[in-house]
């Protein structure tokens, strides 16, 4: 006769081999794309060397960047064929369609060189840091595509090919910002939510309103807050606010980057009062 204790290990057998064959089962059925690997994009140079940081739009979409290797994942599609644009400052860029195919493979992209080819050189040495990637721009965009940060990349590739004819143009339509005319016809951008406005930053530098950084009314609120509105009127003060167009002209920007919560921000560009978030201009040569 058989035990309680055999009888309650004899289920527990059984449920053990049930669980075991529905976990072959799935496995059968799961289908073949969920373990498949990622195919990588990898754009590299007329003289095929990595192209670090390179500005990569599919089907045009928002665009991602390469890494310092030059690579880029496309994801574990297969069977689709990409309409692709691929960019980056001091070469041609390359446009056309990339066929995904069966297995995980590497897909190359060349972009010849612009510049003018001279004699060769030998040069011995480290590679030298462009002064984005000092300010670590393109890191903090890395970390955005891996989902670590929530903000909007500008490089120096979408600016060039954009041709703005004012700093506020490359905010035109950005997430979470929203933009409006002062008294006398500056632009001024407020956060999400449109309660105050954002904070800009200069290559890492605060600017300031004419009435200066940090000051308080009368009643201790913070000039941060947009001032109550004549009737009928969608204008704010220029005294109280930053003219995004008065302090930097488009031909010198070199990036932006945009958050439009503060809660979500680098240590690195954090700044007092940063609620409504942060504009971050950066300015230099693009080449």
């Not at 290990?9 to 073949?32: D, E």
């Not at 794309?33 to 990569?56: E, R």
């Not at 040069?123 to 030298?128: H, L």
């Not at 965009?141 to 090919?161: C, D, V, Y």
Request: include cysteine; charge should be neutral.
């Amino acid at each position: 006769m058989e035990t309680d204790d055999e009888t309650g290990g004899s289920v527990h057998r059984i449920s053990a081999m049930r669980a075991v064959f529905l976990t072959l089962a799935l496995g059968v059925l799961a289908p073949a794309g969920a373990f498949a690997q990622m195919t990588v994009l990898k754009v590299i140079g007329s003289d095929s060397v990595p192209v670090p940081f390179a500005w990569v739009s599919v089907q045009g979409g928002t665009a991602s960047i390469a890494d310092e290797r030059g690579q880029l994942s496309m994801g574990a599609s297969r069977h689709q064929t990409l309409t692709v644009e691929v960019r980056r400052i001091g070469y041609k860029p390359w446009f056309g369609k990339l066929e995904l195919l069966d297995t995980a493979t590497v897909l190359t992209v060349m972009l010849p060189r612009l510049a003018q080819e001279l004699a060769g050189v030998t040069v011995t040495g480290e590679a030298v840091k462009g002064r984005l990637q000092l300010a670590g721009f393109y890191d903090r965009w890395l970390m955005r595509q891996k989902g670590a940060l929530s903000a909007t990349f500008i490089g120096p590739e979408e600016i060039e090919k954009r041709h703005p004819s004012r700093a506020s143009d490359l905010l035109q339509g950005v997430l979470g910002v929203s933009l409006m005319h002062t008294e006398r016809g500056g632009m001024v951008a407020k956060g999400t939510g449109g309660s105050c406005f954002m904070k800009v930053l200069l290559d890492g530098q605060p600017l300031c309103p004419p009435v200066g950084c940090n000051v308080m009314t009368t009643n201790g609120q913070s000039l941060s807050r947009p001032p109550a509105r004549r009737s009928g009127s969608d204008t704010t003060s220029d005294a109280l606010t930053v003219d995004i167009n008065q302090f930097v002209d488009p031909s010198d920007i070199t990036a932006i980057e945009v958050y439009a919560r503060g809660g979500n921000m680098p240590i690195s560009l954090q700044v007092s009062d940063n609620a409504c978030g942060v504009i971050a201009i950066w300015t230099g040569s693009r080449r």
